[in-house]
C-alpha cells in the first residue's frame, strides 16, 4: 500500500521555540492531505486540511497563526508549532489520499509526538 | 454536525473467542464509514470501509463490519480473536458524506486479548 512518512518521529523543545514536522506521500501523490492531533487516550481531531497550491483550511478553534501549514508540492506538507508551550505537547498524525481517488483509502503517518518543556 | 460514538472504552476477550465493537453514527444519509486499527508505534491502518452496496463488509486481518441503517451502526466483529489484535480500534464517518473529505473519528475502544 502508499506509505505517509513523518518526520521526526518524536521532537522535544523549549517553551517558545518552533518545531516543525514534515509529512511525506512517498510513493504517491497527494493534492490534499490532512492533519490531526491525538490526545492521550483520546480519539483523532482533525486540525486542518491541507491543499497543494493553496492555503489550508483549518477546523473552528484551531489557530491558524499557531499551527502553520504549508503544502509545496504534491508530495510534501509541513506543520510548524510556532511558539510552542507546554499545552502543544500532543500526538500529530498527518494523513493523505492519493490524487483522484476520492473514495480511495486515507492512509496514516506514524505519527510526531512533541514534547514541550 | 456528524458524529462517532464508540460506547466502550475498553474491552477484554479471551484469546480464541469471538469479538464486537461498537460503533455508532450520527448522520441522516447513508454515511461512508471506515475502521481504523492503530497498534504502539504504528499509524492507523484500514480494516475496512463501507460506502454502498453490500451492508455486511469484509476487511482484512478477518474482520468485518455490518452496516444497519436502522439503528445507525456500523459494528465490527471478528469470530476469534488473536493476541496480535490487542490495539486500539477507531470507528470513523467521513465528513459531509462526500468522497474525499476528512474523516470524523470515534473516541476509540481499546481491546485487550487474555489468554
Known amino acids: 500500500g502508499a506509505v505517509v512518512s513523518q518526520h521526526p518521529s518524536w521532537v522535544i523543545c523549549k517553551s517558545g521555540t518552533s518545531v516543525k514536522i514534515e509529512c511525506r506521500s512517498l510513493?504517491?501523490?497527494?493534492?490534499?492531505m490532512f492533519w490531526y492531533r491525538q490526545f492521550p487516550k483520546k480519539s483523532l481531531m482533525l486540525m486542518a486540511t491541507?491543499?497543494?497550491?493553496?492555503?489550508?483550511?483549518?477546523e473552528q478553534g484551531v489557530e491558524k497563526d499557531k499551527f502553520l501549514i504549508n503544502h509545496a508540492s504534491l508530495t510534501l506538507s509541513t506543520l510548524t508549532v510556532t511558539s510552542a508551550h507546554p499545552e502543544d505537547s500532543s500526538f500529530y498524525i498527518c494523513s493523505a489520499r492519493i490524487a483522484g481517488e476520492l473514495d480511495g483509502e486515507l492512509f496514516f503517518g506514524e505519527g510526531s509526538r512533541l514534547t514541550v518543556l | 454536525a456528524q458524529s462517532v460514538t464508540q460506547p466502550d472504552i475498553h474491552i477484554t476477550v479471551s484469546e480464541g473467542a469471538s469479538l464486537e465493537l461498537r460503533c455508532n453514527y450520527s448522520?441522516?444519509?447513508?454515511?461512508?464509514l471506515f475502521w481504523y486499527v492503530q497498534s504502539p508505534g504504528q499509524g492507523l491502518q484500514l480494516l475496512l470501509k463501507?460506502?454502498?452496496?453490500?451492508?455486511l463488509v469484509q476487511g482484512i486481518k478477518g474482520f468485518e463490519a455490518e452496516f444497519k441503517r436502522s439503528q445507525s451502526s456500523f459494528n465490527l466483529r471478528k469470530p476469534s480473536v488473536h493476541w496480535s489484535d490487542a490495539a486500539e480500534y477507531f470507528c470513523a464517518v467521513g465528513r459531509g458524506n462526500q468522497a474525499g473529505t476528512a474523516l470524523i473519528f470515534g473516541k476509540g475502544t481499546t481491546l485487550s486479548v487474555s489468554s
Open positions: 510513493d504517491f501523490q497527494a493534492t490534499t
Open positions: 491541507s491543499n497543494e497550491g493553496s492555503k489550508a483550511t483549518y
Open positions: 463501507y460506502f454502498s452496496g453490500d451492508t
Open positions: 448522520y441522516g444519509a447513508t454515511p461512508y
